[in-house]
């Protein structure tokens, strides 16, 4: 684990990264979509090695990992499903409701895509992946995924679904998780079953 | 299907944006990273958004789907696990050998993290998914994921994995596939189970 950060630098990190990465996930997008002049292509690249440059004047040689606040908070902005610093993550903005149930609404275009117009099955094994282990996350207790069991019902077409979770059965160490995939039309496309395991905590 | 692009134009685009698109994977790991002063940050921000205005001038309103060439060849430039235009596929570089044996040797870093200084489970799928899957494709008969069934026995840490499936049996309509990842060191972290499906040829 990484030292801590206070509160006042992580917002100060926020503000600064936050907005950065949603224009980046922006430029993913385009990349896959533009169809300008070739100049305007080659001057874009152009600007992205300059960014580049700009960037890794002082770098991390880890990976950003976990690190936590003096107060007690966890960061994870480095995360691929979560991470506010993160492009790859759309992010998804995980809520934990009553009773362990977990949910997530989130829009996927043009960059998640495999089939022609849909989400690919691996995208929609990611993020059920996420919202069934948060339902088996406790503080300071991360749990890890043992198996995953996913029936895709129905094709997720790119754009907005919702992801949810519900704990099915839980022990000391392992939560058996239970989730889907719905479309704004309210159809399950994707059905998910999980086993997290929690570690034991460190005495 | 979108209109089909002679070989020549497919060359050009590739020449023009392969390079981009792995320069962008750089800055998704270098926002991650970066440790560089507030005012270099602001300044990559500013760059970024000048690439973008530059990328936007010209764009497909849709997702890039899949795209013919004159010659018969299968453009998937968007996919988010192969396309040579998705900054967020690694991208997979999928091997058909005999039998119907397909691999992938990839480097996973900082971009696909979940547990600290580890792939994310959800990572592990979406590569399984899609190499598994691969086992199933025929020319102009994509598969889709029927069901897909993960277990993971080790954790799988970042840097150099290899991704296998191989074919278990299989109908007109259907592959059973079973895969795997395995480190460095030779040991298997997750094994996968899937059948995808190919729905009928338009006659």
Chains 1, 2 share one sequence.
């Not at 992580?10 to 002049?37: F, N, Q």
Request: charged letters at 25%; aromatic letters at 4%.
């Amino acid at each position: 684990m990484k030292e801590p950060v206070n509160a006042e630098q992580a917002r100060h990190v926020e503000e600064l990264y936050g907005p950065l990465t949603r224009s980046l996930r922006t430029l993913i997008d385009l990349v896959i979509r533009s169809e300008a002049e070739d100049s305007d292509v080659r001057h874009a690249h152009a600007l992205i090695d300059q960014a580049a440059a700009l960037l890794s004047s002082r770098l991390d040689p880890e990976p950003f990992g976990v690190r936590t606040t003096a107060e007690g908070g966890i960061l994870t902005w480095g995360n691929v499903a979560i991470g506010m610093r993160n492009a790859i993550a759309p992010p998804l903005d995980v809520i934990r409701g009553e009773d362990g149930h977990v949910s997530a609404d989130v829009t996927l275009d043009a960059p998640y895509e495999g089939p022609p117009g849909h989400v690919h099955g691996g995208v929609c094994a990611l993020v059920l992946d996420h919202v069934l282990g948060a339902t088996a996350h406790r503080p300071g207790r991360p749990a890890f995924t043992g198996t995953l069991n996913l029936r895709y019902v129905a094709p997720t077409r790119l754009g907005k679904i919702r992801i949810e979770a519900w704990i099915e059965s839980e022990t000391e160490s392992k939560t058996v998780a239970v989730g889907c995939i719905t479309n704004p039309e309210g159809v399950v496309t994707v059905r998910a079953e999980g086993v997290f395991i929690r570690p034991k905590a460190r005495s």
